[in-house]
Each structure stands twice: as C-alpha cells, then as structure tokens.
C-alpha cells in the first residue's frame, strides 16, 4: 500500500481515511466474503493467538504452550480484555468463539483435526487434537482467531454482520453500503493508540483512489496494479508490503472452450 502522512490529509491528525476498491457483503467470520472484508475486521477483532515474526501486537493471547505427544495447545489469554459493548473476553467465551468458527463452511478445514476445546482456567483454554497440527497457530493468528461478543452475538445473531462487537482498537460506527464503513477509538481497547477514527472509502477505480491520495483526501491506497505502485514510490509515497501471509478463494474458468463450464 502507498501511504501518505497524516497530517496532510484533509482530516483531523488523528484521523485515517483508507481507500479501498470494494465494499464488504458483510462482518460475519465463517460466510464467504468480498477479499477486502478483513481489512474491515481487522480493525474492530483482535486474534485469539500472535504469531511470531508477524510483527502485529492485536493478539488476546499472552502464552501458548504445545505439547506434541499430548496432541495439544494450551492459550493463556491477557486478562481484562474487554470487548466493544463492555462484556469481558474470558475463557468461556474464547472457547465459544473457536466451537462457533469451527462449523463455518470456509473455516472448517483449518479445524480439521481439532477434537475439542477444553476450559481450564478463567483465561486458560486446551485445544486437544486429533494428531499433531502445526498449522493451527498460524490459523488462529489470522481470519480464523477473530474474537467477537459472545453476548453481542446472541442477542441479534442476524443483525450481527451489519453491526459487529469485538475487542479491537476501533469500534464499528456506521457503514453505507457502496460507500465506506466508519469506525471510532475503542476507549477502554487494552493496547491504547492514538488514532480517534479510522474510515474506509470505496473507491471502484484505482486511478481515482491514486489521485485522492495524491490530493490528500485519504491517508492509505491499496494498489494491485504494481506499476502503479512503483509509479507513487517513484513520487516519494512509502511502500509497505504485506508481511502477514494471506490467502484467498478463487474459481478458475477455463475460456478457451465455447463452454466454460464444460
């Protein structure tokens, strides 16, 4: 992503404006979504578990444990994390969190050889596996470690998507569909941080999110044309590359046939 600095941008200092290239269909963990959705849900969600190297500090774990024979993982969560309506992240609900991602259709197969999750403490919890599995930490440290209000979550289960409550540093304020998503400081996020606002803008072209850039209207672009990429690192933008490895899910389509699908 280019990036600008802040104090440029038509916005208060403590303030982020970030461009993207299209909307999210919605909040929710375990349903298929657009590609730019974590970049919503990063923002209101902390991760159960931080791996090391990512150099990202958003992490509810404060210890893990692996114990190979055993076939386990033991979490220590930090105490006092507390989520978006006031409601405390705790064992019990770190446990209810992995057991609800675990049934979702995309999610499923990065839990593929977990048995249980076992409570054994207030901020402790065991995930007991069916054979040794040394990609569940990096799972856990990504999109499958989201932690949300359990609380929050039944009591409007199906509004949830439009309105999420997590633990992270921003709290969800609004959101226009086609438009942008709005989110405010979390005052009681237990990290602290400095920026008031943070807002997502769609913007469907990518020549146009340049120029707002170059404008001062956003602070943050995410090119996929690396050319231009290069192009606003020629001009003097910082470049940053991802260093959290992503993925995505893709349907290839076979065109040279007069039927695709064939």
Same mark, same amino acid.
């Given at each position: 992503?280019?990036?600008?600095?802040?104090? =440029?941008?038509?916005?208060?200092?403590?303030? +982020?404006?970030?461009?993207?290239? #299209?909307?999210?269909?919605?909040?929710?963990?375990?349903?298929?979504? *657009?590609?730019?959705?974590?970049?919503?849900?990063?923002?209101?969600?902390?991760?159960?578990?931080?791996?090391?190297? !990512?150099?990202?500090?958003?992490?509810?774990?404060?210890?893990?444990?692996?114990?190979?024979?055993?076939?386990?993982?033991?979490?220590?969560?930090?105490?006092?994390?507390? %989520?978006?309506?006031?409601?405390?992240?705790? #064992?019990?609900?770190?446990?209810?969190? +992995?057991?609800?991602?675990? $049934?979702?259709?995309? +999610?499923?197969?990065?839990?593929?050889?977990?048995?249980?999750? $076992? /409570?054994?403490?207030? !901020?402790? /919890?065991?995930?007991?596996?069916?054979?040794?599995?040394?990609?569940?930490?990096?799972?856990?440290?990504? $999109?499958?470690?989201?932690?949300?209000?359990?609380?929050? !979550?039944? #009591?409007?289960?199906?509004? &949830?998507?439009?309105?999420? &409550?997590?633990?992270?540093?921003?709290? %969800? $304020?609004?959101?226009?569909?086609?438009?942008?998503?709005? %989110? =405010?400081? &979390?005052?009681?996020?237990?990290?602290?941080?400095? +920026?008031?606002?943070?807002?997502?803008?769609?913007?469907?072209?990518?020549?146009?999110?340049?120029?707002?850039?170059?404008?001062?209207?956003?602070?943050?672009?995410?090119?996929?044309?690396?050319?231009?990429?290069?192009?606003?690192?020629?001009?003097?933008?910082?470049?940053?590359?991802?260093?959290?490895?992503?993925?995505? !899910? *893709?349907?290839?389509?076979?065109?040279?046939?007069?039927?695709?699908?064939?």
């Amino acid at each position: 992503a280019a990036k600008q600095e802040a104090s =440029t941008a038509k916005s208060p200092d403590n303030d +982020i404006v970030i461009a993207l290239q #299209a909307d999210a269909t919605h909040l929710i963990r375990t349903f298929p979504v *657009t590609v730019f959705q974590p970049d919503h849900q990063r923002n209101v969600r902390d991760t159960s578990y931080l791996r090391r190297g !990512y150099q990202r500090g958003s992490a509810a774990c404060k210890g893990v444990v692996r114990i190979r024979d055993g076939k386990a993982y033991t979490f220590v969560l930090n105490e006092g994390i507390k %989520f978006h309506d006031g409601t405390e992240l705790t #064992a019990d609900v770190c446990k209810w969190n +992995i057991d609800t991602i675990a $049934e979702g259709i995309l +999610i499923r197969p990065f839990f593929s050889n977990l048995e249980s999750v $076992e /409570v054994t403490g207030n !901020y402790t /919890v065991v995930l007991h596996l069916s054979k040794w599995d040394s990609t569940l930490p990096n799972a856990l440290a990504r $999109e499958c470690g989201y932690m949300i209000s359990q609380s929050a !979550y039944e #009591a409007n289960p199906e509004g &949830f998507g439009e309105h999420p &409550f997590g633990t992270g540093p921003f709290q %969800f $304020e609004s959101w226009e569909h086609g438009v942008g998503m709005s %989110f =405010t400081k &979390f005052a009681d996020y237990w990290q602290g941080g400095h +920026i008031l606002m943070a807002e997502f803008v769609i913007y469907a072209n990518q020549l146009v999110s340049q120029a707002a850039l170059q404008n001062g209207e956003v602070h943050i672009i995410s090119p996929l044309d690396f050319n231009m990429t290069n192009d606003m690192a020629s001009q003097g933008y910082p470049v940053y590359t991802m260093n959290v490895p992503q993925s995505c !899910y *893709t349907i290839c389509i076979n065109c040279v046939n007069d039927d695709p699908l064939n």
